[in-house]
Nanobody
Framework: EVQVVESGGGLVQAGGSLRLSCLAS????????IGWFRQYPGREREGVSC????????VYEDSVKGRFTVSTDNAKNTVYLQMKSLKPEDTAVYYC?????????????????WGQGTQVTVSS
């Protein structure tokens, strides 16, 4: 019933930009938290950013602060991750996740529904 689909990944040179999109179906972003995570090969998923659809509050992992911006379009059940000044170390599979609540968090345990990921590759 609930589907989460990420898109917008691709190959970009260092210093470039990408915008990832997360579309939910069979669900609504209202009164939810929406998180972005990334996974490096051989590592666990780590939180990148999260936004509350209730009040728009956000949280960012330190390494992406000032470069990444998360936003929502609640009417479209869509969340975006605008990534700029990309670095090779940003290369990973990026996942979108949905969870209940009003306080943004980077803890994966707070999220119930996950997309299948979109690959971001940054070349040097």
């Amino acid at each position: 019933e609930v589907q989460v689909v990420e898109s917008g990944g691709g190959l970009v040179q260092a210093g470039g930009s990408l915008r990832l999109s997360c579309l939910a179906s069979g669900f609504t972003f209202d009164d939810k938290i929406i998180g972005w995570f990334r996974q490096y090969p051989g590592r666990e998923r780590e939180g990148v950013s999260c936004i509350s659809s209730s009040d728009g509050s956000t949280v960012y992992e330190d390494s992406v602060k000032g470069r990444f911006t998360v936003s929502t379009d609640n009417a479209k059940n869509t969340v975006y991750l605008q990534m700029k000044s990309l670095k090779p170390e940003d290369t990973a599979v990026y996942y979108c996740a949905l969870g209940p609540g009003v306080e943004p968090t980077l803890s994966p345990f707070s999220f119930q529904y996950w997309g299948q990921g979109t690959q971001v590759t940054v070349s040097s």
